[in-house]
């Protein structure tokens, strides 16, 4: 089982629609999560981060975490053909020094 | 942006040659990283330091290794360069422990 997993997509979405990103995770323990958007031939940017259960937002992202569940998502509202990226989910370990581990990543493609 | 120079941007080599990355930040965090990037994998750690002469292997570090001399570089070597270790290499920092990587541009590497 990979620690980190993510739908590899592509996610089509209509411009203007909410575009959901889902990723799950196996260290019960994890204390941090992050999301990374990465336009292609381009390095990962880091979007939002997330430490506590619920909902944080920022601008038309939010990103929801259950830990209880064990996932992680990212809402993107009001997308734009400019969200068109693959996003990759990051998560921090329950212990000892801080090795990010990604998923493989979600391709978002917005259609006009 | 993060201060995040790696170098060289791109490289092509002759199987079984040494080749050696270098990563050079201006942030003075504590923890650097080797990840490398192949489709369908996402980011996968090869390496990483937690501090000078602090170094500890990642997932997938079998003909990697690594050294830190100084807090602002971090250098990755193939000593004997494969096929298989083609592929984008991106060098991250972060500040401590569960607080969020930032990204060099990319090393793209063939060997042929």
């Known amino acids: 089982q990979k620690e980190v997993e993510q739908n590899s997509g592509p996610l089509s979405v209509p411009e203007g629609a909410i575009a959901s990103l889902n990723c799950t995770y196996s260290?019960?323990?994890?204390?941090?999560f992050f999301w990374y958007r990465q336009y292609s031939g381009k390095s990962p940017e880091l979007i939002m981060f997330?430490?506590?259960?619920g909902d944080k937002e920022d601008g038309r992202f939010t990103a929801q975490l259950n830990k209880a569940s064990q996932y992680v998502s990212l809402l993107i509202r009001d997308s734009q053909p400019s969200d068109s990226a693959t996003y990759l989910c990051a998560v921090g370990p329950s212990s000892g020094y801080n090795k990010l581990i990604f998923g493989a990543g979600t391709r978002l493609a917005v259609h006009p | 942006d993060a201060g995040i120079t790696q170098s060289p941007r791109h490289k092509v080599t002759e199987t079984g040659t040494p080749v050696t990355l270098r990563c050079h930040q201006t942030?003075?965090?504590?923890?650097m990283y080797w990840y490398r990037q192949d489709p369908g994998h996402g980011l996968r750690l090869i390496h990483y330091?937690?501090?000078?002469?602090?170094?500890d292997k990642g997932e997938v570090s079998d003909g990697y290794s690594v050294s830190r001399s100084k807090t602002e570089d971090f250098l990755l070597t193939l000593e004997s360069a494969t096929s298989s270790q083609t592929s984008v290499y991106f060098c991250a920092i972060t500040a401590g422990t569960n607080t969020e990587a930032f990204f060099g541009q990319g090393t793209r590497l063939t060997v042929v």
């Open positions: 997330i430490y506590s259960n």
């Open positions: 330091s937690y501090g000078v002469k602090d170094t």
């Open positions: 260290d019960r323990g994890s204390q941090s």
């Open positions: 942030e003075n965090h504590r923890y």
